[in-house]
């Protein structure tokens, strides 16, 4: 059994299409979309490209609607000591610790539009400026982003940036829905069943 179909669980022919997908992105560094409803599996797909990418970095995930926005920054980008209250020490943020690696934005369409230009920057620069620092820190990371909106209607509304769009939908990939993959349920109860054992 392949990495991909231990990870990427099921027999459906949208299951099998998935994983060819998967395996045909992994290996090059191209920005993937994931495109799915909420618990369709995003972030175990962003799992399967990393783990066959070849990249020797972790995994690093931030979830951008789990984060208040006050904050996103600073997780995503990290801060020098002292730069606002309460940064009583240096962070190197999701970027750094995701050196070498991929990191995963899950839910990116609920980005605050004033930090979609910043990570603009870090995808075409591949470099970062912590929270009350000039310093330019060079980056190397593969970017997976996955959301369960309309990006094209979140444009429309002004509410998400076209150029940012552009970027970072470079290779989509739709996550099939389980109403798709009816087939697939016994392996996924049975997969689930092993993993809490």
């Known amino acids: 059994m392949s990495l991909s179909e231990q990870l990427l669980v099921g027999q459906s022919s949208v299951m099998r299409e998935l994983r060819g997908l998967v395996d045909v992105v ?3 560094a191209s920005t993937v979309l994931l495109l799915g409803e909420t618990g369709t599996g995003k972030e ?3 799992k399967a490209i990393h783990e066959l990418s070849g990249r020797r970095g972790r995994l690093v995930s931030v979830n951008c609607s789990a984060i208040p926005s006050e904050l996103l920054e600073s997780e995503l980008f990290g801060h020098e000591k002292g730069s606002f209250t309460g940064a009583d020490k240096a962070y190197a943020g999701r970027f750094e610790q995701a050196e070498g690696g991929t990191l995963f934005l899950d839910e990116i369409g609920d980005m ?5 230009s910043k990570l603009l920057r ?10 009350g620092s000039s310093k330019e820190i060079p980056v190397d990371f593969r970017l997976v982003c996955a959301t369960h909106q309309n990006i094209e209607a979140q444009i429309q509304q002004g509410n998400f940036r076209a150029d940012l769009f552009f970027r970072i939908n470079v290779f989509p990939v739709r996550i099939p829905s389980l109403a798709e993959r009816t087939v697939d349920i016994p392996m996924l109860i049975d997969a689930i069943t092993k993993s809490l054992s």
């Open 112 to 116: 605050p539009l004033s930090l979609q």
């Open 44 to 46: 175990v797909t962003a």
């Open 122 to 131: 870090a995808l075409e620069e591949r470099t970062i400026q912590r929270v």
């Open 26 to 28: 992994a290996p090059n």
